[in-house]
């Protein structure tokens, strides 16, 4: 299995509230992925990283903000968390061959 | 826009019987297409690809599926199903945006599986 992890694996916080998720993965690849997962709606991608530094949107990007500093490091920020944004998280990497276990996130 | 629909929110199959998933596309050109499989609580994994030339496509846990261009369409298949193939399917494609490749995907298929 590919090395990705996410943490944390849950969260509960309060509408209002900074939140960041960690993506991290093992094996050097140039290309990770953050997806929010939601009933009815499959996954929906939030943003995307294409090298260290180089990032893009997606199409649900409104209300997050992503960095990649190094390489196996990809964050998710909730700047303002609001309940719309309670969903789970993947994190992809390789063209989204391979994707992580997942945070789930509740906005209180 | 390209896109991916799977027609089937939810399919209930007996163990030791045959599945067919649906999955329809609307895309340009030939596109690349993915089916993915997620298990209670967890990620999503890949079953298989398709990138071009042969038209059936062979993935992992006893897992094929069929690209038709005349009917637009990715059906994935199982010609036994097992109690442990209980779990939600995703069909999706990706389209060329900005400054990579990224996934569209359909909005899933629940397998239940009886015994």
């Known amino acids: 299995d590919a090395g990705i992890t996410q943490s944390p694996r849950h969260k509960v916080t309060e509408t209002g509230t900074p939140v960041t998720l960690r993506c991290h993965q093992t094996?050097?690849?140039?290309?990770m992925y953050w997806y929010r997962q939601d009933p009815g709606h499959g996954l929906r991608l939030i943003h995307y990283?294409?090298?260290?530094?180089?990032?893009d949107k997606g199409e649900v990007s409104d209300g997050y903000s992503v960095s990649r500093s190094k390489t196996e490091d990809f964050l998710l920020t909730l700047e303002s968390a609001t309940s719309s944004q309670t969903s789970v998280y993947f994190c992809?990497?390789?063209?989204?061959?391979?994707f992580g276990p997942g945070t789930r996130l509740t906005v209180l | 826009a390209q896109s991916v629909t799977q027609p089937d929110i939810h399919i209930t199959v007996s163990e030791g019987a045959s599945l067919e998933l649906r999955c329809n596309y609307s895309y340009g050109a030939t596109p690349y297409l993915f089916w993915y499989v997620q298990s209670p609580g967890q990620g999503l994994q890949l079953l298989l690809k398709y990138f071009s030339g042969d038209t059936l496509v062979q993935g992992i846990k006893g897992f094929e599926a069929e690209f038709k261009r005349s009917q637009s369409s990715f059906n994935l298949r199982k010609p036994s199903v097992h109690w442990s193939d209980a779990a939600e399917y995703f069909c999706?494609?990706?389209?060329?945006?900005?400054?990579?490749?990224?996934?569209?995907f359909g909005s899933g298929t629940q397998l239940t599986v009886l015994p």
């Open positions: 992809a990497i390789r063209n989204e061959q391979f």
């Open positions: 094996e050097n690849h140039r290309y």
């Open positions: 999706a494609v990706p389209i060329s945006s900005g400054s990579a490749r990224q996934l569209t």
């Open positions: 990283s294409y090298g260290v530094k180089d990032t």
